[in-house]
């Protein structure tokens, strides 16, 4: 069965560094997606993504953050200067389409900034 | 800003006895409603759906239930097995495919 796949699964980094964040959606899929759940808290949306530019983006999702798909498979969350509230899971998803509800979600990555 | 609320923690059911899982949101612009289940170290697995044009669906030993007027979805596990102990997470969208808001999330526990 077709699955997100993400990596690091755990990335730890200092503050004010850069961090990538790689994500390999289901190939057929058009539709992409960044959230992130910080220990104990609530899955939050960041970012929605298609046809190559950014679809919504939610309050979190100032200036640090950036995506990109690079090439036709994987799909980048970037921080430019991690600060210690960035430290969550990030989890990639996927759909099918615009019309299509179910979101595929990747394994996660850890981001621990210290 | 909490659209989307779980407003229990945590649940432990019998085995072979219902499960039943309460989630309340705020938005009356939201038309589409998603279950999804958690295990440790994974993400996220859709698990069933429901829009805003019905008021019940099924799949198999899960059924979502929709309450518009009283902004209330509830999903019942029938039943339950100890496979189903995990985090389940309601979700909710008021523009389809694009932006949904999470709710924090029910531990659930069934024990043998």
């Known amino acids: 069965e077709p699955e997100v796949t993400q990596t690091p699964s755990h990335q730890v980094t200092q503050m004010g560094q850069e961090v990538i964040l790689r994500c390999v959606p289901i190939s057929n899929h058009l539709y992409f997606y960044w959230y992130r759940q910080i220990l104990g808290q609530k899955v939050e949306f960041l970012v929605s993504f298609y046809n190559n530019e950014i679809s919504e983006k939610s309050e979190i999702f100032d200036d640090q953050f950036s995506v990109e798909r690079p090439d036709g498979s994987n799909f980048t969350l970037k921080i430019r200067s991690t600060k210690l509230e960035d430290s969550a899971m990030y989890f990639c998803?996927?759909?099918?389409?615009?019309?299509?509800?179910?979101?595929?979600f990747g394994p996660g990555t850890r981001l621990t900034v210290t | 800003d909490q659209q989307v609320k779980q407003n229990s923690p945590s649940l432990s059911v019998q085995e072979g006895r219902i499960s039943i899982l309460n989630c309340d949101y705020t938005?009356?612009?939201?038309?589409?409603f998603l279950w999804y289940k958690k295990y440790p170290a994974e993400g996220p697995t859709f698990l069933i759906s429901i829009s805003s044009i019905k008021d019940k669906n099924e799949d198999g030993r899960f059924t979502v239930f929709l309450n518009k007027s009283a902004k209330h979805l509830s999903l019942h596990i029938v039943p339950s097995q100890p496979g189903d102990s995990a985090v389940y997470f309601c979700?909710?969208?008021?523009?389809?495919?694009?932006?949904?808001?999470f709710g924090t999330g029910t531990s659930l526990t069934v024990i043998p």
């Open positions: 979700a909710a969208s008021a523009d389809t495919g694009n932006q949904f808001y």
């Open positions: 998803a996927s759909t099918k389409d615009r019309g299509a509800y179910e979101q595929y």
């Open positions: 938005n009356s612009m939201f038309d589409y």
